[in-house]
């Protein structure tokens, strides 16, 4: 089975531009999250998308964005970047996330190295 | 609000030897914990998972870890070191309830192995 797949690996932007990532989960997988890494603040959740929906969002400013489409590949957009987003963006994906009693675990992509310059 | 630490942000050990990497986390309620390793420009590879079957938890690659409520901690060992576990280790923790997922993270303990 492929793992997760994260595009592209790597970018660079100028302040003030925007960006979009992308996301594709391991086939059969439902929920797909987001994490910020940085070597100051370390890994930072970003959200959570399950079935299209927003199921849960991090303490971040409304610049970082998500959407899930119909075929559970996800992009997050970042608006008017800034300096301090320069990080590694990285992507998980889990079967159903957290449903009851059960927890499924996430798999992680590669990421998207990200430079603002 | 709910955190993960690891003590030790550098952890050197020789080939052979034990390896033990230290997790505490703070909740009355104990959460579903996770051990992820990190190779340089890699995603997060999944080592184990406590979810409250088993205390003692068996994962990939030799490694293990051990649930004490009593300490709030999830400390990963492993009995002899190998050159290709030198990488960066990561706790997390999942405090949210059910129709969400967020894990937190701890700030990550790397890992040399000395020949």
């Known amino acids: 089975k492929a793992g997760v797949t994260q595009t592209p690996r790597y970018l660079i932007k100028t302040r003030g531009q925007q960006v979009t990532l992308s996301c594709s989960p391991i086939s059969g997988h439902r929920s797909v999250s987001w994490y910020q890494q940085t070597p100051g603040q370390g890994l930072q959740f970003l959200f959570e998308?399950?079935?299209?929906?927003?199921?849960n969002k991090g303490n971040f400013p409304g610049r970082f964005s998500g959407r899930q489409f119909s075929n559970s590949r996800s992009e997050m957009n970042v608006s008017t970047l800034e300096l301090g987003d320069s990080a590694l963006y990285l992507c998980a994906s889990s079967l159903a996330g957290r449903v009851g009693g059960a927890v499924h675990e996430q798999y992680f992509g590669p990421g998207t190295r990200l430079t603002v310059t | 609000a709910q955190s993960v630490t690891q003590l030790g942000s550098h952890v050197s050990v020789s080939e052979g030897a034990l390896v033990l990497l230290r997790c505490n986390y703070s909740?009355?309620?104990?959460?579903?914990l996770f051990w992820y390793v990190q190779y340089p420009n890699q995603g997060l590879q999944l080592l184990l998972k406590?979810?409250?079957?088993?205390?003692l938890v068996k994962g990939i690659n030799g490694f293990e870890a051990e649930f004490k409520k009593s300490e709030t901690s999830f400390h990963l060992t492993k009995p002899s070191a190998h050159m290709s576990d030198a990488a960066e280790y990561f706790c997390a923790a999942t405090y949210s309830g059910a129709g969400s997922y967020q894990l937190t993270f701890g700030k990550g303990t790397k890992l040399s192995v000395i020949p």
């Open positions: 909740s009355s309620v104990p959460p579903y």
């Open positions: 998308y399950f079935s299209e929906t927003q199921r």
């Open positions: 406590y979810t409250s079957a088993a205390t």
